[in-house]
């Protein structure tokens, strides 16, 4: 059997899918100078194929089956065809099944969007593999072609699982190796699941509603560096895990199996501060870690709290950072802009503690209620969007309480040009440590900040357009 994998390229914006915002995906549409460029960069460093397709290509192929993966949007000679499902794109996804369909291929969504949303998709698809993929795929594999939505079952023994075969995705992924920004390379490195879910809980997090926290044998996902090692050159891998750090023991213990096996190797992870200390880093370090992504959300622990979210203490996120400064680890803090208790001035106060923590990037986006989240019911009556692609994360979805849609696009737009705009920004991303320059950059700061105010109430007191 012939089976295509689609794992489609957006024509709009910046997309990401797979892993991000637990599979729905998001969608930077620049909307500023400064998000044009966060968009163009991400572009080059963030665009990586999906893991969960990886893992499909490995089970179809060791099945003995021929695999075609496509990320552009022509059709492809196929008997079935599996797409990747996303909320931000859905549409291109389903353009592209519909044409598939007419050439006489079966055609099946995967996915947390199909899952949970099948009736995006059910008029466009044969089938919908509703859960986790990799259990409805074996089945596939054995030539079981199935109809309508089918429940796929968690695999609780994620080591059964094939090693994901990254050497058989086109365009010699993998390749790109050598010029890189930040940690990152070009092409943006080599995903990798050690576990999978989040035992945390959330209310707005999509991570933690399709399957249940499980995590591989050290030994498993050491297998797995090391063969990446013996196909690519110093590999850079992008674990993708939910939440990395949650095992403490284990996390040590890989970094102790990384460094006996001699493998070559940088890696970085996301995680949460609370999961970290200066031991743990100084070993992962050892071991290679070089960037990871957290998020801190909301400064107002209250808020924190009525979305199921345990705060972590202020010190500690600030020990945790200039650590990794010093260790020359790349820092990425997520933010979300517009919680229900939010008003304008938690947000402005949210906005410049991000500025004030000193992490090298920062990421901002509005508050989304997502399909199969707690925080989805909350919202639900509030609701004023009713095209499913714009919940991007970047566009306003919901009647907030205390905030218009111009006025939460207004602040988020704000908190990418404060945080990047800045002279410690560049101090930060260059790693300068000197005390004296550092303090003629904070002085520097304290203008440019100044001046974001200024054009920020001039901006805002123009006349509403839309
Ligand atoms: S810690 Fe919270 S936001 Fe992060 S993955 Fe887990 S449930 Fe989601």
Not at 263 to 276: H, I, S
Not at 309 to 338: M, N, S, W
Not at 431 to 456: A, C, F, G, L, Y
Request: aromatic residues 10%; charged residues 25%; proline residues 5%.
């Amino acid at each position: 059997m012939r089976v295509v994998l689609a794992d489609l390229k957006s024509n709009r914006g910046f997309v990401s899918k797979d892993t991000v915002v637990g599979g729905y995906g998001s969608r930077l549409d620049p909307f500023s100078r400064v998000t044009a460029i966060i968009a163009h960069v991400k572009k080059q460093y963030h665009d990586v194929p999906s893991v969960h397709m990886a893992y499909i290509e490995a089970i179809l192929a060791r099945a003995g089956h021929e695999v075609e993966w496509t990320r552009g949007g022509d059709t492809v000679d196929g008997d079935v065809a599996l797409v990747l499902s996303s909320l931000v794109d859905h549409k291109n996804e389903t353009a592209w099944a519909d044409r598939m369909r007419a050439r006489g291929t079966k055609v099946g969504f995967i996915g947390i969007t199909a899952s949970k949303m099948p009736d995006l998709f059910r008029d466009h698809a044969d089938f919908i593999l509703n859960g986790e993929p990799e259990a409805g795929v074996m089945r596939l594999a054995r030539g079981e072609i199935p109809t309508g939505i089918v429940v796929s079952e968690q695999i609780n023994d994620l080591d059964s699982l094939p090693f994901p075969r990254w050497d058989l995705v086109g365009d010699c992924y993998g390749s790109k190796y050598g010029i890189r920004w930040s940690s990152r390379p070009v092409g943006g490195g080599l995903p990798l699941l050690a576990s999978r879910g989040c035992p945390e809980f959330c209310t707005y997090c999509p991570h933690r509603i399709l399957a249940g926290y499980r995590a591989r044998s050290i030994a498993n996902i050491a297998d797995e560096m090391e063969r990446l090692c013996d196909q690519y050159h110093r590999p850079y891998v992008i674990f993708r895990d939910p939440l990395f750090t949650e095992q403490r023991e284990r996390c040590l213990e890989l970094c102790d199996e990384i460094q006996a096996r001699g493998l070559t190797l940088t890696f970085e992870a996301e995680t949460r501060l609370d999961r970290l200390d200066i031991e743990l880093l100084d070993q992962l370090h050892a071991a290679g870690f070089r960037a990871m992504s957290f998020g801190v959300e909301s400064l107002s622990p209250a808020t924190l709290k009525k979305s199921g979210r345990r705060p972590i203490p202020e010190a500690h996120q600030r020990q945790i950072i200039d650590h990794c400064r010093k260790r020359g680890i790349v820092t990425a803090a997520f933010y979300v802009l517009g919680f229900l208790q939010d008003d304008w001035n938690s947000i402005a106060a949210t906005i410049d503690y991000a500025s004030d923590l000193g992490s090298t990037f920062a990421q901002f986006k509005i508050l989304t209620p997502y399909p199969g989240t707690p925080m989805f019911k909350q919202i639900e009556p509030l609701l004023t969007e009713t095209d499913w692609e714009k919940f991007d994360g970047y566009t306003p979805t919901f009647a907030h309480p205390n905030l218009t849609g111009r006025e939460l696009r207004f602040l988020l737009g704000a908190a990418y040009t404060r945080f990047y705009m800045r002279p410690s920004y560049l101090a930060n991303f260059l790693k300068i440590q000197n005390t004296p320059v550092r303090e003629w950059v904070s002085r520097m700061d304290r203008r440019v900040n100044d001046r974001h105010s200024r054009e920020e109430i001039a901006d805002i007191s123009r006349p509403v357009t839309c």
